[in-house]
């Protein structure tokens, strides 16, 4: 005779996601559930401090320009001008953001599986301390998801999302991050509780009728703990230089050689890409239109060439969490730039780009980083002219400043004023 589903404890159990008995599986528990916590408190943090960084890396007091939240309110505190030392501040910040939060994807995957009856259990709220738990538990979970899926589809630069995801992703991680701190606040005391007695306690989360486990929860957390590595060996290469590239399989611009020559390292958007017309973009057609306090000058790439050079080895980092290894550039220092129109001390700049597509066709930079000796209007990198993709005739290359800041294809610099 074939087996029913019901169970002899309980024969007229409705099986609905209200019912108890529905959840079935052995490895939920409070233990379970209080490892993947502790685990997901600590690198939540961690991702939240480094995205507040990020943010504020962009500088986004030069509004309009840099901000692309300009409703945020008291939620865009900015405490400070993003530092130019060390160089390679924001390819760190980055990276741990967009390593870390690839490699938490199944934990926080098998954090919410190990709570999924908590979102049906009836009634829904007993008392006030348990509407505040059911609520930041269901923040918590929209939350988190939309910012692991929009994350992940902005480091595979895949924008299906509607809007910009900038405003999408910062909105999102308050509310989720808000959910968070209240969940953490309520449940990390019972979490160390159990984690320090090794043994289930009872709970909602163990179910009344279990089936025969499979897998033991140690064994369970293992596999959580295989996923993260497999997707952290195959995330964190885009971060480094040399062979180690070659095994971030998951990132854009990780794994196979991004190309030969001194051209041949990473870009996000192409000339083509960005709209750049190739006649306006010539040596003959092209000049830079450089204004301050002292007037306005109009300088040919040839111009620009008379000007003293300087060298520098600097990487370029983007908010997807990739980076190249640290190339030379050679060009025009910003702040002589900013000489050259009345400023001895330098201002902050409006830089505009020839491009007609695509996002920070116009950015702004601090007076600290247009006075860095290392800042600079490149023109060549790595011996050679710069590459149409990488900016040419002229492009900005400034230390541990995001990418979209390192403007290419620069058409006019504005420094002072209101910007």
Not at 137 to 161: A, M, R, S
Not at 362 to 384: C, H, I, K, T
């Amino acid at each position: 005779m074939a087996r029913t589903s019901s169970s002899p404890r309980f024969p007229s159990s409705p099986r609905t996601p209200f019912s108890p008995a529905f959840w079935r599986s052995p490895l939920r528990g409070p233990w379970f559930t209080s490892v993947l916590g502790v685990v997901l408190l600590g690198g939540i943090t961690v991702l939240f401090v480094t995205g507040l960084l990020s943010y504020a890396a962009y500088n986004p007091n030069l509004s309009p320009v840099n901000d692309k939240t300009p409703d945020k309110g008291i939620l865009g505190f900015y405490l400070f001008a993003w530092p130019t030392d060390p160089h390679w501040l924001y390819r760190l910040n980055q990276g741990v953001h967009v390593t870390l939060g690839i490699t938490l994807i199944p934990v926080l995957l098998a954090k919410l599986w190990s709570v999924v009856p908590k979102l049906f259990t009836l009634p829904p709220a007993r008392s006030l301390a348990h509407a505040l738990e059911r609520l930041s538990l269901v923040l918590l979970v929209g939350g988190g998801l939309f910012e692991f899926v929009t994350g992940v589809l902005n480091v595979q630069l895949d924008y299906v999302f509607p809007g910009s995801f900038y405003p999408l992703h910062f909105y999102g991680a308050w509310v989720f991050f808000a959910a968070f701190v209240v969940h953490a606040a309520l449940k990390t005391p019972m979490a160390l509780r159990n984690l320090r007695q090794l043994r289930e306690e009872k709970s909602d989360l163990v179910s009344p009728d279990p089936v025969e486990p499979t897998v033991s929860r140690r064994g369970a957390l293992g596999l959580v703990g295989g996923g993260s590595l497999l997707l952290f060996a195959t995330t964190v290469g885009q971060n480094f230089d040399g062979p180690l590239r070659r095994t971030a399989l998951l990132a854009p611009h990780g794994g196979a050689e991004p190309g030969n020559g001194p051209g041949g390292f990473q870009i996000n958007k192409t000339a083509a890409y960005a709209g750049i017309d190739a006649a306006e973009a010539s040596e003959e057609a092209w000049r830079l239109v450089v204004a301050g306090r002292a007037g306005t000058v109009r300088l040919s790439r040839t111009d620009l060439l008379q000007l003293p050079l300087h060298s520098v080895a600097l990487p370029i980092a983007c908010v997807e969490g990739w980076s190249t290894s640290d190339q030379w550039w050679r060009g025009v220092r910003l702040r002589d730039l900013a000489a050259l129109v009345g400023y001895d001390d330098p201002p902050d700049v409006l830089v505009e780009s020839l491009q007609r597509r695509g996002a920070f066709r116009r950015a702004a930079l601090r007076a600290n980083q247009v006075a860095d000796p290392r800042s600079l209007l490149a023109l060549f990198v790595n011996g050679e002219d710069l590459t149409p993709d990488h900016g040419h005739p002229a492009r900005v290359i400034v230390p541990a400043a995001p990418g979209v800041l390192n403007t290419k294809w620069v058409a006019r610099m504005t420094f002072g004023g209101d910007l």
